[in-house]
């Protein structure tokens, strides 16, 4: 099973890629942070208005505005796949295995991520999607959908602070 | 430089800097990207919709959000400062980070410019179509923060790369244009359909 890991998370090219070409990493860097602030902000606002905040704002007309959250998160992934993959590059010939391995602070980051996708996965098969998008302007969210919004605000938060640290986890 | 350097050889800085903990340099440099977050984030996203995205959405009440952008905005000068002292002889030498500020300032003064059109005023809009000028206000503002956290990420690396860098992303960026216009031709049904349906709150 190691072995195996081993080889799918080795990439030497993407490693020798960014070896050879400086600006991969910072690339990678900004692409992040743009990504991160767009899907916090994004899904930060409508958990903040499923809360009561802003709450002349009906819900249905929001969700048009989560794909946008989605691209944020796409975009954070992609790159966040590119520091994991090509951290030999930067740390001589590390696997990423051994990172996922031993790294307490990207371990705590993937829990917190695995925690929130599981958060929105729930707030659509359970039906309090639907019972969301009912919510008018003026109108009170149902307690199941805040403790998902306090929930959502919270993990999202904390993949942003464990994945600040995870350079001193390495 | 004497006051600046006093603060870098101070006991608080000193600890920040060496301190292992996770209450030390760790804790600045988290808050820093939570505000962040927090203040691109919620700029970015009242910026959308003005753009058109979600058009269904009246505009007025999103004047609620902007406190949470300044909270933002407070967290990220309080941590940036404490950042700041740890070394301000190597910040204030690199240019990149004079960049980084005028571009922050230039972002908050237009998103400022912008409050006033969509929220204040005769102007001050409610579902559909923001009123004239504030899509030029929330391009610029999307754009000044995308030059602060370029300059921001680059400001560790050498002006040779932060150079490079600022192609690679600016090329990055014509890509992603390029395919969101391809994919999404007619920015989709939602601009279209928008004015049919205003919101009757």
């Known amino acids: 099973m190691e072995a195996v890991l081993r080889y799918i998370l080795d990439w030497p090219s993407l490693n020798s890629f960014l070896n050879q070409n400086p600006w991969g990493w910072p690339l990678l860097e900004v692409t992040h942070f743009v990504g991160l602030a767009l899907l916090f902000g994004v899904v930060g606002m409508f958990d903040l208005r499923v809360l009561g905040v802003a709450k002349s704002l009906p819900l249905e007309p929001f969700r048009r505005l989560l794909p946008w959250g989605v691209f944020g998160f796409l975009l954070a992934f992609c790159s966040g796949l590119g520091f994991t993959l090509g951290l030999g590059a930067n740390l001589f010939g590390v696997n990423a295995y051994d990172v996922i391995v031993t790294n307490l602070y990207l371990q705590l980051k993937l829990v917190a991520m695995a925690l929130a996708g599981l958060n929105a996965l729930l707030f659509y098969v359970t039906g309090v999607g639907r019972q969301v998008d009912a919510v008018g302007a003026g109108e009170e969210a149902p307690g199941g959908a805040k403790a998902m919004a306090v929930a959502s605000i919270t993990l999202w938060t904390g993949v942003l602070y464990f994945g600040r640290l995870v350079p001193w986890g390495l | ?201």
Not at chain 2, 26 to 32: D, P, S
Not at chain 2, 33 to 62: D, E, F, K, N, Q
Not at chain 2, 112 to 122: A, Y
Request: net charge positive.
């Open chain 2, 1 to 201: 430089m004497g006051f600046l350097e006093s603060l870098q050889n101070s006991g608080f800085a000193t600890w920040v800097r060496e301190s292992p903990s996770l209450l030390a340099y760790q804790l600045y440099i988290t808050l820093h990207t939570i505000g962040l977050g927090m203040i691109v984030g919620v700029s970015v996203g009242v910026c959308l919709r003005v753009l058109g995205v979600a058009s269904a959405l009246p505009l007025a009440p999103m004047e609620k959000y902007l406190r949470f952008m300044w909270l933002g905005f407070w967290i990220s000068l309080f941590s940036g400062l404490v950042l700041f002292i740890l070394e301000p002889g190597k910040f204030l030498t690199i240019p990149v980070f004079y960049i980084k500020l005028a571009s922050i300032v230039v972002a908050l003064v237009m998103m400022s410019k912008l409050s006033g059109v969509i929220f204040r005023g005769r102007t001050a809009a409610g579902a559909g179509d923001a009123p004239a000028g504030a899509k030029g206000l929330a391009v610029a503002v999307i754009l000044s923060w995308f030059v602060g956290i370029l300059a921001g990420r680059v400001t560790a690396y050498s002006p040779l790369i932060q150079i490079e860098t600022t192609f690679a992303v600016l090329i990055l960026a014509v890509v992603l244009t390029i395919g969101r216009a391809i994919f999404i031709r007619g920015g989709s049904g939602e601009r279209a359909g928008a004015p049919a349906r205003r919101s009757h709150a």
